[in-house]
């Protein structure tokens, strides 16, 4: 890798308190070679379309209750998780 060029750091983020730590470790590395941080979040396509089979459904870690999936409370979940992960970023 003789000539190679570091531009960016790039950190896969899933919001959970190990992938924020790894962002903050990119970040550091980031800052000492004074190039950029990026993050990566990257949702399953695969999971949105289980919620519409017609078997597919979760059970509730608790009560051991089960429901069929919703797509809307899924992509909402998504989407929060995400948001977490890109301010977790932002604070790295």
Do not use: N
């Amino acid at each position: 890798m003789t000539g190679a060029v570091i531009r960016r750091v790039v950190v896969a983020l899933d919001a959970s308190g190990p992938s924020l730590a790894a962002a903050e470790a990119a970040a550091e590395i980031a800052a000492a070679l004074a190039v950029g941080l990026a993050g990566l979040f990257v949702e399953d396509d695969r999971l949105l379309r289980l919620v519409g089979h017609p078997v597919a459904s979760q059970i509730d870690a608790l009560s051991a209750e089960r429901r069929s999936l919703e797509l809307g409370p899924l992509e909402r979940g998504l989407r929060a998780q995400a948001e977490r992960a890109r301010r977790g970023l932002a604070a790295a």
